[in-house]
């Protein structure tokens, strides 16, 4: 009879602990940045990007292998050919950016699965689909941790004029914002970030662990600022307890991330003291 090692015993392994450490780092630096996501209202477009990121993976390893460098090249690479080819085609022709860049990214992800069929590395295709966190190297960690910092201080830094920019954009240019490089810093950090969740939660499942942290604070203050940390804690939270949660279960911890912190948005939805549906019910 086969025996499986407890958790305790799993934890002492080094493979469990790179795990347990790019829950913590991966959920806090995606919760952080799903504040903008939120504020900005584009759920939709970082989905679109999150599924765009597969045919640069597939374009840099037929070209010059599979590396960590050479998939966040190609991933960084895709994303900009789809996000500034959307706005490309939406100037030049009667299309809106939403169907350009839907056309884009259905196109370039079924040209992207094809070519990684073809190069018969089915186990990696399956961990950029949906993601293996405990299949995580040094290197994946490192480069995670690298994004998540660059990302927080980032927004930290820029947190007083990108409030400003995104409730009130004339205002800010008025006030001498630099709304443009705003716009593009922003846009590239969110990109960075979705890049170092890819090995996590793949990308299917990469753009709910960019949205639902900061979705669930949402719900529960009117503060903006608050937004951004209460989305960060919420997304290392999930993340965390996830891992814990997938073990025992014999769970895939990729998509039992995503079910926490759907489970936790599902539970502000219904009971938020002020926005709750129960709330809502009573003011009625």
């Known amino acids: 009879m086969t025996t499986f090692p407890t958790l305790t015993d799993f934890l002492a392994e080094p493979i469990a602990k790179r795990a347990l450490l790019a829950c ?21 477009k970082i989905g679109t990007l999150s599924h765009a990121l597969l045919p640069g993976i597939a374009l840099a390893v037929l070209m010059v292998g599979l590396t960590a460098w050479s998939a966040l090249a190609g991933a960084v690479f895709a994303a900009l050919i789809v996000g500034l080819g959307s706005i490309f085609l939406s100037r030049t022709s009667r299309l809106d950016q939403d169907t350009s860049m839907g056309i884009l990214y259905t196109t370039a992800f079924a040209g992207g699965y094809l070519i990684l069929t073809q190069l018969n590395i089915r186990q990696k295709l399956d961990e950029w689909l949906f993601g293996s966190i405990v299949g995580m190297a040094d290197s994946d960690l490192w480069i995670a941790f690298g994004i998540s910092l660059i990302a927080v201080i980032t927004l930290t830094a820029l947190q007083r004029s990108l409030l400003i920019y995104l409730f009130e954009p004339n205002i800010a240019a008025s006030l001498g914002v630099p709304v443009r ?24 499942l990469s753009v709910g662990l960019l949205v639902a942290p900061a979705a669930t604070v949402y719900l529960l203050t009117d503060n903006a600022r608050t937004l ?53 019910r009573r003011r009625a």
């Open 181 to 204: 490089f705003l716009n593009y810093a922003t846009f590239a950090i969110t990109i960075l970030v979705l890049i170092s969740s890819l090995q996590a939660v793949g990308c299917i």
């Open 228 to 280: 951004f940390w209460g989305g960060g804690l919420i997304g290392a939270f999930g993340s965390v307890l996830a891992f814990f949660i997938s073990y025992p279960l014999g769970w895939s911890v990729s998509a039992t991330i995503i079910l926490v912190l759907g489970s936790l948005f599902l539970l502000a939805y219904i009971f938020s003291p002020r926005y709750g549906l129960f709330s809502k």
């Open 24 to 44: 913590l780092m991966i959920g806090f630096s995606n919760g952080f940045v799903s504040a903008f996501v939120v504020l900005r209202k584009s759920a939709l």
